[in-house]
């Protein structure tokens, strides 16, 4: 794992994505990398919202803007301890997530992503158009780490 000095973890909050942020802390560790801890905002999911008329498009990227900044804050708090000594630093952005992973990898100069292995898309949206990392891997330029469920790895 030699030169790996910037680790780019993408999180939807689900617990997959949440154990790929907890195995990225032992890889900085070991490395000294720094990490970037983004969360995308799923323009597709904010149109569809929209379209059922829950409300404005503004309003539903506020929403969702508030409840990821909770969720990384839930997740950097109860990280604390593991990650001493470890930046990280926490990204929200809009958009497509795939695409902005890859833009975000490419802006940062990350060495390595490290994401779960499938988030929290439906399994009907899945089978037809494939999961965000499958997405990733076909269009990266640096290695990925596919980090499954605890239960997977254990079992």
Do not use: H, W
Not at 35 to 44: A, C, K, M, Q
């Amino acid at each position: 794992m030699k030169g790996i000095k910037k680790i780019l973890v993408p999180v939807d909050f689900s617990e997959c994505s949440k154990n790929a942020f907890y195995y990225s802390l032992d890889i900085a560790r070991e490395t000294k990398a720094s990490i970037f801890l983004l969360n995308v905002i799923d323009t597709e999911l904010v149109n569809e919202m929209s379209r059922l008329d829950l409300s404005s498009k503004d309003v539903i990227k506020k929403r969702l803007e508030k409840n990821a900044k909770t969720e990384l804050d839930k997740i950097m708090s109860e990280s604390i301890k593991k990650r001493k000594g470890i930046a990280v630093q926490e990204i929200i952005e809009e958009g497509i997530p795939f695409i902005q992973i890859l833009k975000k990898a490419k802006d940062y100069g990350v060495n390595l992503i490290v994401m779960g292995s499938f988030g929290t898309s439906s399994p009907m949206r899945r089978l037809f158009f494939g999961s965000t990392a499958e997405k990733v891997l076909r269009g990266v330029k640096v290695p990925v780490v596919c980090v499954p469920l605890p239960e997977v790895i254990e079992g």
